[in-house]
């Protein structure tokens, strides 16, 4: 199984099927299919708490990526999402949480295939491919209107 889902936050939103079609999807999309992905659904403070310690900052924040590299035994990479950031994203937007959070685990997938968002252009193409990963899992596009997660 290339994805295992942990939830250390609940209760779950959707089945852990879906999450791992989601992480299957964006690996494919992204150009590394198979390879194994450990996704970690967790709350708020533990999200900030991993962005202060690994990346140097407390605010919050949805979704962070590790990649672990694929020499280990184990995950190649490690995909951390806050349920609480989901719901309170999707309902500021009017949409479904459980969507909200699949998207998180499709955009940290991609940053593990080599996408990034911290450039204008860069930022493009990842919201094109998260589009594009979202319509296969069965979810349409958002009007261009509403703002980027």
């Known amino acids: 199984m290339p994805a295992t889902i942990d939830w250390q936050a609940g209760p779950a939103l ?9 992480v299957d999807a964006a690996l494919r999309l992204g150009g590394r299919p198979g390879l194994e992905i450990s996704v970690v659904v967790v709350d708020d403070p533990t999200l900030c708490e991993l962005h202060r310690l690994w990346l140097d900052d407390p605010t919050p924040t949805d979704v962070i990526s590790f990649d672990l590299g694929e020499d280990l035994d184990g995950p190649a990479g490690e995909v ?19 969507r909200e959070l699949l998207l998180y685990v499709v955009h940290g997938v991609l940053h593990l295939c080599g996408f990034d968002d911290r450039r204008a252009e860069e930022r493009k193409t990842m919201r094109a491919a998260e589009r594009q990963v979202m319509a296969l ?5 958002r009007r261009a209107a509403q703002p980027d997660p």
């Open 14 to 22: 959707v089945p852990d099927r879906a999450l791992v079609e989601a």
């Open 80 to 98: 951390y999402v806050s349920l609480d950031c989901a719901r309170r994203v999707a309902t500021g937007l009017g949409l479904d949480p459980a």
């Open 137 to 141: 899992l069965g979810h349409p596009a």
